[in-house]
């Protein structure tokens, strides 16, 4: 949703001619909201081989379209981003993440092989250095935020900018009042896995008599079965993957957001929120959040959440049993986190940044 949505959709509304290349289940181009859409097909049989067939195919793509600039969103294409540098063309990398930090806790999505821990904490380390050597090369990194106030690329690249993945106000308007007469009912929407603190946010809303709106995708896909596994799970109401409109109905049925990620890779060093709180916020849904320095910073100037430890099953339902029996306080709450949106948490300011980065580093290599 970020790239498209957000980044692509801003710059062709700002005059730039974008198009998205990326892989799906068959091989098109179609022009979509004035972004030209190339969707590859290439079928893989392992991790390994993004490395090889598929980034062999999107370079050949990329040079096809013959840009001005290119920005990458994938780490496994910065040896591709390495490839378009020799041949004159401005890169950009965008880190959605911080991967290296992500790979040495074992918690990304890219396992080339089935590693040991003490293993990938090695790889992590070398994939942070290849990074560093990549983006030195490349004219600049779009990045999401500072880790404990520290900008991860300084010194590691020529240029920086960050880029905050956050909701544009239009998208999201409660139409109906939050209800809290017939007990919580918890929206948990994003990735499903166990460092996202799944597990223990349904122990606590079992404990809490609630429910818990769950969307999003299992990673891995084992981890839904162990989930139902669980005497608890039979307080979850499993939405599926949803679209844009689909979260915003489900969120119209909650009454408390919920982002209980535990304290691992760079979750709780990062200077941002999860992409859902913000969407949580834009409506007016009080938050239950883990107690990272960031969200207890933002949460004493903004006052739209309770802060717990993530691991700790019985503080977070305490956390859920005072939102539903104090509505006119979680009301308020969640009226403070719309106003905090509206104010500094919005694509509008964000997507201004980007335009006018682009604008500044097209001219500086004309």
């Not at 496994?76 to 911080?98: A, C, M, N, Q, T």
């Not at 939050?178 to 919580?184: E, F, M, T, V």
């Not at 839904?224 to 039979?234: D, G, H, T």
């Amino acid at each position: 949703m970020r790239i498209f949505e957000k980044e692509c959709k801003s710059l062709a509304k700002g005059g730039f001619d974008v198009t998205l290349i990326g892989f799906g289940p068959s091989a098109k181009t179609e022009n979509i909201d004035g972004v030209r859409c190339i969707s590859l097909f290439c079928p893989i049989k392992n991790n390994l081989e993004i490395l090889t067939k598929r980034n062999k195919m999107s370079l050949e793509a990329a040079l096809k379209v013959d840009a001005d600039i290119y920005q990458l969103h994938e780490p496994e294409l910065l040896p591709v981003g390495l490839k378009l540098k020799r041949k004159g063309k401005i890169v950009i990398f965008d880190s959605h993440e911080y991967y290296g930090w992500q790979l040495r806790d074992n918690i990304h999505k890219i396992k080339i092989i089935k590693t040991p821990a003490f293993l990938m904490k090695v790889i992590g380390s070398l994939y942070m250095r290849y990074e560093k050597h990549v983006c030195m090369k490349l004219d600049a990194v779009v990045q999401v935020c500072t880790m404990n106030g520290v900008d991860y690329f300084a010194n590691r690249c020529r240029k920086t900018l960050f880029i905050r993945n956050l909701p544009s106000i239009s998208d999201y308007t409660r139409k109906t009042p939050i209800d809290y007469a017939n007990g919580p009912k918890i929206a948990m929407i994003g990735g499903i896995t166990k460092e996202r603190g799944i597990t223990q946010l349904i122990r606590a809303t079992h404990l809490a008599e609630g429910r818990v709106l769950l969307a999003g995708a299992f990673s891995p896909k084992s981890y839904q079965s162990e989930l139902q596994e669980m005497p608890e799970y039979e307080c979850v109401d499993y939405q599926g993957f949803l679209d844009k409109n689909g979260m915003v109905a489900l969120l119209e049925q909650a009454n408390i957001g919920a982002s209980t990620i535990l304290n691992v890779g760079q979750y709780d060093k990062i200077d941002t929120f999860p992409t859902k709180v913000y969407d949580y916020m834009s409506m007016e849904l009080p938050v239950v959040i883990s107690d990272t320095e960031f969200a207890k910073k933002m949460n004493d100037k903004y006052h739209f959440a309770i802060c717990v430890s993530p691991d700790k099953p019985e503080e977070i339902a305490a956390a859920i049993r005072w939102l539903n029996s104090h509505p006119k306080e979680a009301i308020e709450m969640g009226k403070n986190g719309r106003k905090a949106i509206e104010s500094e948490f919005n694509w509008e300011k964000e997507s201004n940044k980007l335009l006018e980065f682009y604008k500044r580093i097209f001219s500086s290599n004309e």
